[in-house]
T-cell receptor, first 119, second 115 residues
Framework: AQTVTQSQPEMSVQEAETVTLSCTYD???????LFWYKQPPSRQMILVIR????KQQNATENRFSVNFQKAAKSFSLKISDSQLGDTAMYFC????WGAGGTSYGKLTFGQGTILTVHP | DTEVTQTPKHLVMGMTNKKSLKCEQH?????MYWYKQKAKKPPELMFV???????INESVPSRFSPECPNSSLLNLHLHALQPEDSALYLC??????????????FGEGSRLTVL
């Protein structure tokens, strides 16, 4: 079974500063995806960034970047130049890559980190 | 069109009522999901449909009955619910095959209150 752990229930940051959200996971699989999802108070879950486990290069999407350490099973999210609109609950999530078997359909979420950006 | 549309946005029902939640996507995705989410908690998987067939049922009580009439539509039929079933119900879809990226696309959710 896969597990995802987010050890920071809540974090806060000043506008324009940088913040890092932590995520660790446990799996015996070698091929998988890791995701960071954002759920603002308006509640729609939105994909922030995706990382394929076979890629060594860390994914980046504008102000969002990840530090993917496969051996350490760590997948942190860095938000640069934080904006008020970044205030949300952030979920780290894991999904096995491939087809076949019921476990391949599942997206496993961490407990989430509530991020508040202060003006 | 990259939307997953859920209706209704809010639903209040008594424990003896029968109601349904509806989810629609027109992205050609062939996997669709129902999740239940309590406040400040991660979504909990309930059901997964793959090519219109139920592929995962996470031991959900029978008072929740999913239905996938076609590749674009997913329903969740509700009957004899309990107050603890009050939650946000999220629908999601995922591409299968082709340019597969693994990500799920979520709707805004249906906020259910059981009295």
């Amino acid at each position: 079974a896969q597990t995802v752990t987010q050890s920071q229930p809540e974090m806060s940051v000043q506008e324009a500063e940088t913040v890092t959200l932590s995520c660790t996971y446990d799996t015996s699989e070698n091929n998988y995806y890791l995701f960071w999802y954002k759920q603002p108070p308006s509640r729609q879950m939105i994909l922030v960034i995706r990382q394929e486990a076979y890629k060594q290069q860390n994914a980046t999407e504008n102000r969002f970047s990840v530090n993917f350490q496969k051996a350490a099973k760590s997948f942190s999210l860095k938000i640069s130049d934080s904006q008020l609109g970044d205030t949300a609950m952030y979920f780290c999530a894991f999904k096995i890559w491939g087809a076949g078997g019921t476990s391949y359909g599942k997206l496993t979420f961490g407990q989430g980190t509530i991020l508040t950006v202060h003006p | 069109d990259t939307e997953v549309t859920q209706t209704p946005k809010h639903l209040v029902m008594g424990m003896t009522n029968k109601k349904s939640l509806k989810c629609e996507q027109h992205m050609g995705h062939r996997a669709m999901y129902w999740y239940k989410q309590k406040a400040k908690k991660p979504p909990e998987l309930m059901f997964v449909y793959s090519y219109e067939k139920l592929s995962i049922n996470e031991s959900v009580p029978s008072r929740f009955s999913p239905e996938c009439p076609n590749s674009s539509l997913l329903n969740l039929h509700l009957h004899a619910l309990q107050p603890e079933d009050s939650a946000l119900y999220l629908c999601a879809s995922r591409r299968k095959g082709g340019a597969y990226t693994g990500e799920l696309f979520f709707g805004e959710g249906s906020r259910l209150t059981v009295l």
